[in-house]
């Protein structure tokens, strides 16, 4: 597993492209994983461990440091700090709604959790191929950073990264659902 985790982004983010090649497929991810991560935000938000000296901890800031580091370790400092602070923007967003009552903040954490999930999974419809993680957990810290990236992309930055992602698994495009896959 460390061997696949610690790979750089463009050998991160071209294996996740290759399971995510049709546009309707993307534009759903486009969603789904900011809510996925919200969610995660909502959830993990909870739980606080005070220390000495006014330090208060959560697991959501927690998770954000680690992934942070993960992500700036990847070698493509602007898609790694992008990535990260949208996902500390999305916690931090999230955190009001753990502070609700037990059943708001398992509605909220659960409920767009699974709604985030449908997305990726009425996505992969289209695609035809089951979702990245599912061969590789690593995915699931992949799927923001695409995400992100993909935006970057849409705005004109990484040229040569997109470039590159395209030549070794292609374009995207709209898959014809009336054919069936090679």
Known sequence: ?????????????????????????????????????????????RLSLSLPGGWTFTPAGLTWIASTLWYLTRGNWVLGLT????????????EPLAAGSAGAWLAWGLGLFALGWVLQFIGHYYEGKKPAFVDDLVGLLVGPMFVVG???FA????????????????????????????
């Open 83 to 94: 990535t990260s602070l949208l996902n500390g923007l999305l916690f931090a967003l999230a």
């Open 150 to 152: 993909e935006a970057l």
């Open 1 to 45: 597993m460390a061997s696949t985790a610690f790979r750089p982004a463009l050998d991160l983010m071209a294996q996740y492209a290759s399971y995510h090649r049709d546009q309707r497929n993307i534009a759903t991810h486009f969603v789904g994983i900011p809510l996925i991560v919200f969610a995660l935000g909502v959830l993990l938000s």
């Open 155 to 182: 705005l004109g930055w990484g040229r040569e990264l997109l470039g590159e992602i395209e030549r070794r698994v292609g374009p995207t495009h709209l898959r014809d659902l009336a054919r069936p896959l090679a």
